[in-house]
């Protein structure tokens, strides 16, 4: 079994920062992608990082060259610094685990609310 703990959300003034953490424990293997997705009340859930064991990230567009995505690979933890804040980023942020075995395995945190507002 996997457990996933974020931590790290808040509120925060547009134009700020804030940094997520997630830290993946249990029955771990085969790590395809660790990473974050957020759903915004009335939406749906949408990617907005991911990373691989060999460092290679993919970005939603609207957090390009704002977010940045990392990774502990030892201690199997994704951390996403967020940065230039602005009050569409306001949403739920969960923490996703992709596994590969004898099929491909999705585990997700509990989410942590991330809200932007004056």
């Known amino acids: 079994q996997v457990q996933l703990v974020e931590s790290g959300g808040g509120l925060v003034q547009p134009g700020g920062s804030l940094r997520l953490s997630c830290a993946a424990s249990g029955n771990i293997f085969n790590i395809k992608f660790m990473g974050w997705y957020r759903q915004a009340p009335g939406k749906q859930l949408e990617m907005v990082a991911r990373?691989?064991?060999?460092?290679?990230?993919n970005y939603a567009d609207s957090v390009k060259g704002r977010f940045t995505i990392s990774r502990d690979n030892a201690k199997n933890i994704v951390y996403l610094q967020m940065n230039s804040l602005k009050p569409e980023d306001t949403a739920v942020y969960y923490c996703?685990?992709?596994?590969?075995?004898?099929?491909?395995?999705?585990?997700w945190g509990q989410g942590t609310q991330v809200t932007v507002s004056s």
């Open positions: 990373i691989t064991t060999g460092g290679g990230t």
């Open positions: 996703n685990l992709v596994t590969v075995g004898a099929g491909v395995n999705n585990d």
